[in-house]
């Protein structure tokens, strides 16, 4: 299938948004968030994967990030985030805040079938799409890679679990990561279990053996093939 890809604006977020060429609006759609210091280009690959797979693939520039970047990121961007916690949870928590928004939006021009609206992220992006769920119902399937759910959902952990369900939620992490560690991302699947009981195919963990954050490229690609397959099977 054939993909179109071009750069937009919605208030003061940047995106880039690939799409399948013929398919009618709206569409199922997917927010891409990428990693601390990262940009939406990044991800352009996986954007195009989804779109290819009959989905609206639309990567974010995190708050501080891309093209609207903060003058002094690319100090803090080599450093992990508990070494930044102040500003890492400042971006994670202030792109969380933009995405019901959003949503709105790319309703409003009907561009997104409001019934099948996912999210996925990287590392800082993870961490992001850990605290979308948590904040708008809408988003009915995700699939976070190497991310964290202790920033996001610091203040209110238990209210946060509660919202999860029925989402249908992928967590990926690496056995061998210490720039995020995969011990939380473990722990909410452990705390989520219960309330999926009746529904289990819809929670998912996969810890890759070996890996670290830093993947190695069939390592990656065997975890973007996991995630394009989750979310094109609960959304498409």
């Known amino acids: 299938m054939s993909v179109t890809v071009e750069h937009a604006r919605f208030a003061e977020i940047p995106l880039l948004i690939a799409r399948p060429a013929g398919m009618v609006s709206p569409l199922p759609t997917v927010l891409w968030f990428h990693g601390f210091g990262a940009d939406k280009e990044v991800h352009l690959p996986e954007l ?68 099948r609206v996912g999210v996925a992220g990287v590392s800082m992006g ?5 605290g979308a769920i948590a904040g708008d119902r809408r988003l009915c399937a995700a699939a976070v890679l190497l991310g964290s759910p202790e920033w996001a959902l610091a203040e209110v952990p238990e209210l946060a679990v509660e919202r999860f369900f029925p989402a249908a939620l992928l967590s990926i992490t690496a056995e061998h990561d210490t720039v995020v560690p995969p011990a939380a991302a473990r722990v909410l699947h452990e705390k989520l279990e219960p309330r999926y009981h009746k529904h289990p ?36």
């Open 201 to 236: 195919e819809r929670l998912s963990y996969r810890e890759m053996a070996g890996a670290s954050h830093f993947m190695q490229p069939q390592e990656w690609a065997s975890a973007v093939d996991l995630a394009s397959a989750w979310l094109t099977r609960f959304l498409a």
């Open 126 to 130: 993870g961490c992001i799409a850990y």
């Open 48 to 115: 195009c994967r989804l779109a290819e797979l009959g989905l609206l693939a639309v990567g974010v520039d995190a708050v501080g990030h891309g093209q609207r970047q903060f003058a002094d990121l690319a100090q803090h961007a080599c450093r992990p985030p508990h070494e930044t916690p102040r500003l890492f949870a400042r971006i994670v928590n202030g792109t969380v805040a933009e995405v019901p928004a959003l949503i709105d939006r790319l309703v409003e021009l009907d561009l997104t079938d409001q019934q």
